[in-house]
């Protein structure tokens, strides 16, 4: 009987040690002889990591920090294709990726980026998809399955013979990263993937990593801003700020070292606990779930078939004293600012309004029939899944896109910023984008009158877009009033939660000076921080339209983490959870 | 709403064929405008590639080339009746200008401005068809066996066009979103930033192609050169049976349009007063350049 050899041990699937990198400007100024031996500008600072094959980790931290640099490092873009000074090195699955380029670990990583539009080099879905086994030499037989599956396994084999000049940010972003895995990587790294996802689609990926990590022994590498959405997914999240590794470890003891690190980093379930008291912090719905309902059985409570939400009940507990009956009066955002009275007419409005595009040759009914008024001062969401048709909307309230029936009206003008802020930005010094008293006066209105004589490729990512907005209003301002729709397009893609508080502190100053604000956008947390009501679109209809208090609890997808772990109507953020269930009692 | 000038599968004989055909064919246009300086036969090509995109469905794409075309022909004639000041028909005396001295515009000149934008607009035509007509991703696998190392470049040559569109149409409408009071974006800045843009874009998409293995060596028992016909593509190295009838019509306007400059059939002049040939070889070798431009019909069409 043959002897059985004891397996290889396997080669971690990330093996990173001593890594300092320098993208070429800062590489430059470096050795310039003012900055010599200065390591500023450094993206990557003495980064040590390993990452066994099957694990799945959580690159967590705030924007800029350094987790698109160190997932280019780790798939060999960095320094191949963006040159700079690297130190240290980077072993995938075994082979040197400082050495090999990124065409030789394409075999063994799949790396999906943050833009899905950079990332599209075919002209349909299906020859996309095929091009890494096509380039790899695969037979078509062999190349048509792995389509086929990747396809379903990512709910997009409809796709596969639209052109990709007809998808949607969301539907581009799935059809990449079927591309990234179509070779069945062992190692796959993925710069915020569902930043364009609505929450179905964003839900469903996670779950599809997990399976695929589960299934496959696929290694995750996953930087995400939005944690609550992956953290319980993760075995193991590594946080970064300013280059460097900051934590690494389990997610439970993430949340607590972000509870005292960078309170951007906590997700809302975390949030909620600690400010009931509560712990340990969970990292995820499920687990909040099952924490109450073991201090429930500790305390040997019953849930009341009648009453309150059992969670509900553990929460009075926990906050003194037991909730009675449900929570319903003024717990939306409604608490957190009234609009004014409405005496103007109505912001914007649209009677039967349907919107016909070219998806290929054949037209399409994107908006149908769409019914809508929106008041002088509401801070709204539109929300719903990829290709609804929230941004045909928008952009019909523009008057970019006729309507073939119906009206849309905007009597008080708007101001519309789409998803690419830097479309905007055409010169080279912000004044000159908004010259005169009028263009002082929008800069005023966004907070960037102090940068008059910047570049704005010098500016960061949420003053590049302050400044597209300040554009879009130029003009539009009169004395102190605003016209009268502000409206913005996906305005959270890539931002972190403290940038995201910003924007919603922008948007209310908007609806205090009177503006309607209509922001499309995927990010319920973000919606439920910002807006009075939300608008649900799904295929071109208004599905669901009410407060954001029941919109954002009432149902699976478009809730929010903390709605969904206390079932409370109207307690949709980790403060209102709280404080609701505070007010409530005696 | 789709550029024109983006590609649009469609099952005419130009899609149909294989990159290289199309390219012999259409480049042997843009040769022939590049070889002769007679007005006749530089628009017998624009002619031929205003046919050429009818008969292959780009309509639309040949309507916007010829207004762009004749804008750019008339800035050419602009700039050249001001900046030559040579020929004998002075057609009027503009007198001392700062920087260009004593400006005469003359017949010559103009002439000699609109046959160069005759030349560009014809150009700016056949890259049109190209655009519309010839599928990118078959440019970029066929590219692969000469390029396999420059990524960069394949990406350039297949995408920049269909990346700069879809720029151009974002930019666009962000030019219509902006305020009243924000400074107009203008042509030059626009185009400066759509360049910008474009490059850059580009060279993202050169990454993603690093990515995806376009410089490695293909495994040799792996390969199999095919393409799932069910998806809409093509085959990049399956020749077509239109191939024959691209290479064919490209070579013979190729050789008689060689031919022709030996036997004289460029006989134009613009200084120091125009002279046009018409002779019988022109005009026989303008009809041969005309008909060659209804290869992309189909012929049951």
Same mark, same amino acid.
């Given at each position: 009987m043959p002897e059985l050899s004891t397996p290889p041990r396997a080669a971690p699937a990330l093996a990173i040690e001593r890594l300092s990198y320098f993208y070429p400007a800062a590489a430059r100024s470096r050795h310039s002889p003012r900055q010599e031996g200065v390591n500023a500008g450094c993206a990557l600072r003495d980064v040590s990591l390993t990452l066994a094959a099957g694990e799945f980790a959580l690159l967590a931290g705030r924007s800029a920090c350094g987790k698109t640099t160190l997932l280019r490092?780790?798939?060999?873009?960095?320094?191949?294709?963006?040159?700079?000074?690297?130190?240290?090195?980077?072993? +995938?699955?075994?082979? &040197?990726?400082?050495?090999?380029?990124?065409?030789? =670990?394409?075999?063994? #990583?799949?790396?999906?980026?943050?833009?899905?539009?950079?990332?599209?080099?075919?002209?349909?879905?299906?020859?996309?998809? !095929?091009?890494?086994? !096509?380039?790899?030499?695969?037979?078509?037989?062999?190349?048509?399955?792995?389509v086929e599956e990747v396809a379903l396994a990512l709910a997009?084999?409809?796709?596969?013979?639209?052109?990709?000049?007809?998808?949607?940010?969301?539907?581009?972003?799935?059809?990449?990263?079927?591309?990234?895995?179509?070779?069945?990587?062992?190692?796959? %790294?993925?710069?915020?993937?569902? /930043?364009? *996802?609505?929450?179905v689609a964003g839900d469903e990926l996670i779950w599809l990593l997990r399976r695929l990590n589960e299934e496959w022994g696929v290694t995750i590498l996953l930087a995400e801003h939005r944690l609550e959405r992956c953290l319980a997914a993760a075995d193991r999240v590594i946080a970064m700020a300013s280059g460097s590794i900051a934590f690494d470890g389990s997610p439970r003891d993430f949340l607590a070292w972000a509870q005292q690190a960078d309170a951007a980093l906590e997700t809302p379930a975390a949030r909620l606990f600690s400010l009931v008291g509560i712990e340990p912090l969970p990292v995820g719905v499920r687990d909040a779930r099952n924490i109450l309902s073991s201090i429930d059985a500790q305390l040997g409570r019953v849930p009341d078939p009648g009453g309150c939400p059992p969670l509900a009940g553990f929460f009075a507990s926990a906050l003194g004293s037991r909730p009675r009956g449900r929570v319903g009066r003024k717990t939306n955002a409604a608490a957190r600012g009234t609009p004014p009275r409405v005496r103007h007419p109505p912001a914007a409005a649209t009677r039967d309004l349907w919107v016909e595009l070219r998806q290929g040759d054949e037209p399409h009914d994107v908006l149908k029939g769409i019914d809508l008024k929106v008041e002088r001062g509401e801070r709204i969401a539109l929300m719903g899944r990829n290709g609804a048709g929230k941004s045909t909307l928008l952009r019909t309230l523009a008057g970019l896109v006729e309507p073939?029936?119906?009206?849309?009206?905007?009597?008080?003008?708007?101001?519309? =910023?789409?998803?690419?802020?830097?479309d905007y930005l055409v010169r080279e010094r912000v004044g000159d984008e908004l010259p005169g008293d009028a263009g002082l006066t929008a800069l005023r209105i966004v907070g960037l009158e102090q940068k008059v004589d910047a570049d704005p490729r010098d500016l960061s990512g949420g003053e590049r877009q302050r400044l597209a907005l300040a554009i879009a209003l130029a003009g539009r301002v009169e004395g102190d009033?605003?016209?009268?729709?502000?409206?913005?397009?996906?305005?959270?893609?890539?931002?972190?939660?403290?940038?995201?508080?910003?924007?919603? !502190? %922008?948007?209310?100053?908007?609806?205090?000076?009177?503006?309607?604000?209509?922001?499309?956008?995927? &990010?319920?947390?973000?919606?439920?921080?910002?807006?009075?009501?939300?608008? =649900?679109? @799904?295929?071109?209809?208004?599905?669901?339209?009410?407060?954001?208090?029941?919109?954002? /609890?009432?149902?699976?997808?478009?809730?929010?983490? #903390?709605?969904?772990?206390?079932? *409370?109507?109207?307690?949709?953020?980790?403060?209102?959870?709280?404080?609701?269930?505070?007010?409530?009692?005696? | 709403m789709r550029s024109p000038f983006a590609y649009t599968p469609r099952s005419g004989p130009l899609q149909a064929a294989s990159p290289g055909a199309a390219v012999a064919y259409l480049g042997a246009l843009v040769a022939v405008a590049f070889l002769y300086s007679n007005p006749l036969v530089l628009?017998?090509?624009?002619?031929?590639?205003?046919?050429?995109?009818?008969?292959?469905?780009?309509? $639309?794409?040949?309507?916007?080339?010829?207004?762009?075309?004749?804008?750019?022909?008339?800035?050419?004639?602009?700039?050249?009746? *001001?900046?030559?000041?040579?020929?004998?028909?002075?057609?009027?005396? +503009?007198?001392?200008?700062?920087?260009?001295?004593?400006?005469?515009?003359?017949?010559?000149?103009?002439? !000699?401005?609109?046959?160069?934008?005759?030349? $560009?607009?014809?150009?700016?035509?056949?890259?049109?068809?190209?655009?519309?007509?010839?599928?990118?991703?078959?440019?970029?696998?066929?590219?692969?066996?000469?390029?396999?190392?420059?990524?960069?470049?394949?990406? =350039?040559?297949?995408?920049?066009?269909?990346?700069?569109?879809a720029d151009a149409a974002r930019l666009r409408d962000a030019g219509r979103l902006r305020g009243p009071a924000a400074a107009p974006v203008g042509r030059t800045a626009l185009l400066r930033r759509?360049?910008?843009?474009?490059?850059?874009?580009? +060279?993202?998409?050169?990454?993603?192609?690093?990515?995806?293995?376009? $410089?490695?060596?293909?495994?040799?028992?792996?390969?199999?050169?095919?393409?799932?016909?069910?998806?809409?593509?093509?085959?990049?190295?399956?020749?077509?049976?239109?191939?024959?009838?691209?290479? *064919?019509? @490209?070579a013979l306007v190729l050789i008689a349009a060689i031919a022709g400059l030996a036997l004289g059939a460029d006989s134009f002049h613009a200084y120091p007063t125009i002279e046009v040939g018409l002779g019988s070889g022109t005009v026989a070798l303008s009809a041969l350049i005309v008909l060659s431009g209804l290869a992309p019909r189909r012929r049951d069409a």
């Open positions: 490092a780790a798939c060999g873009l960095v320094p191949h294709f963006h040159g700079g000074e690297i130190e240290g090195s980077v072993r +995938v699955t075994g082979l &040197d990726a400082i050495e090999s380029g990124p065409g030789e =670990l394409a075999a063994a #990583v799949g790396y999906v980026a943050q833009d899905p539009e950079t990332q599209i080099v075919s002209t349909t879905v299906a020859a996309e998809i !095929e091009l890494p086994l !096509e380039m790899r030499g695969d037979s078509q037989a062999s190349r048509a399955r792995a997009i084999p409809q796709l596969l013979d639209r052109t990709v000049d007809t998808l949607s940010g969301g539907e581009l972003q799935r059809v990449a990263l079927a591309a990234a895995l179509v070779t069945r990587p062992k190692l796959v %790294l993925l710069d915020e993937p569902t /930043s364009q *996802l609505d929450p073939v029936r119906g009206k849309a009206e905007v009597p008080g003008g708007m101001a519309l =910023l789409t998803q690419n802020p830097s009033e605003l016209p009268g729709l502000v409206a913005l397009d996906e305005p959270t893609r890539g931002m972190d939660r403290a940038r995201g508080r910003d924007l919603v !502190e %922008l948007i209310e100053g908007f609806a205090v000076r009177g503006a309607a604000v209509l922001v499309a956008t995927h &990010d319920v947390e973000f919606a439920a921080a910002f807006a009075q009501r939300v608008v =649900l679109m @799904g295929d071109g209809v208004v599905i669901a339209d009410g407060s954001a208090a029941e919109i954002l /609890s009432g149902g699976w997808y478009f809730a929010t983490e #903390v709605a969904r772990i206390l079932d *409370l109507p109207g307690a949709i953020t980790p403060e209102l959870g709280a404080a609701v269930l505070g007010r409530e009692t005696p | 628009a017998a090509v624009g002619i031929a590639a205003a046919l050429a995109g009818y008969g292959a469905g780009a309509g $639309a794409a040949v309507r916007i080339a010829l207004r762009m075309g004749a804008t750019l022909a008339l800035l050419i004639v602009a700039v050249n009746v *001001l900046v030559v000041d040579r020929g004998v028909t002075v057609l009027f005396r +503009v007198g001392e200008a700062p920087l260009l001295g004593r400006v005469d515009l003359t017949a010559e000149a103009m002439a !000699e401005g609109a046959i160069l934008g005759l030349r $560009a607009a014809v150009a700016m035509i056949a890259f049109a068809v190209y655009s519309a007509c010839v599928d990118p991703d078959r440019v970029l696998r066929g590219l692969r066996p000469i390029a396999r190392r420059s990524a960069l470049t394949a990406a =350039l040559i297949s995408r920049l066009v269909p990346v700069a569109v759509l360049m910008a843009g474009s490059l850059d874009r580009a +060279v993202d998409v050169a990454a993603t192609l690093e990515l995806r293995g376009y $410089a490695v060596q293909p495994s040799p028992r792996r390969h199999v050169a095919a393409f799932p016909p069910r998806w809409g593509g093509q085959p990049c190295n399956k020749r077509s049976r239109y191939d024959r009838r691209f290479y *064919l019509t @490209g």
